[in-house]
């Protein structure tokens, strides 16, 4: 699978969560709903802290 995997830090609350850098849909923080990442067609817009790249092995 091409692309990587992001640890973001939501600006709200806090958060940690992995967002997929080419995510097809909006994804939201489990927490508090703040939009975390949005589609554009390529690479995702991330709206947050990338705290680290996750490597998948």
Same mark, same amino acid.
């Given at each position: 699978? *091409?692309?990587?995997?992001?640890?973001?830090? @939501?600006?709200?609350?806090?958060?940690?969560? #992995?967002?997929?850098?080419? %995510? *097809?849909?909006?994804?939201?923080?489990?927490? @508090?709903?703040?939009?975390?990442?949005?589609? #554009?067609?390529?690479?995702? %817009?991330?709206?947050?802290?990338?705290?680290?790249?996750?490597?998948?092995?």
């Amino acid at each position: 699978m *091409a692309g990587n995997f992001f640890s973001v830090e @939501c600006p709200d609350c806090e958060n940690e969560q #992995t967002v997929f850098g080419k %995510a *097809a849909t909006e994804v939201t923080c489990a927490v @508090c709903g703040h939009t975390l990442a949005r589609p #554009t067609g390529g690479l995702s %817009a991330i709206e947050g802290e990338i705290v680290e790249t996750v490597e998948a092995r």
